[in-house]
């Protein structure tokens, strides 16, 4: 699964306050979301959020990457954005003209 993905899936689940919350949100399933974050906690070793069978929390560790992961979805955004050239903006003398 693409990085970018992961991370934005961890902070929807982090926003929503729980997975079913966040798979709905994503217009994703339960079980994708999950399977997601589960993925995202064995490849970096560390468990990211503290599960119970009534809420889900984040661990120090997924509090540290969830602050990371903003900034550098933001800084992705930017950039984007940027290239596309929506960052640009117009500037000069604009004449129109136009018959009566």
Same mark, same amino acid.
Request: net charge positive; aromatic share 0%; hydrophobic share 35%.
């Given at each position: 699964m693409d990085r970018f993905h992961e991370l934005?899936?961890?902070l929807a689940v982090v926003d929503a306050g729980g997975f079913a919350k966040a798979a709905s949100r994503?217009?994703?399933s339960?079980?994708?979301? =999950?399977?997601a974050i589960s993925g995202l906690e064995a490849r970096l070793g560390v468990e990211i959020f503290a599960r119970t069978t009534r809420s889900v929390h984040l661990t120090e560790a997924g509090r540290v990457l969830a602050e990371r992961a903003r900034a550098v979805l933001a800084d992705l955004e930017a950039a984007e954005?940027?290239?596309?050239?929506e960052a640009a903006v117009p500037t000069g003398l604009l004449t129109i =003209?136009?018959?009566v």
């Open positions: 934005k899936i961890m994503l217009n994703s339960p079980p994708a979301v =999950t399977r954005k940027e290239a596309s050239g =003209t136009a018959s």
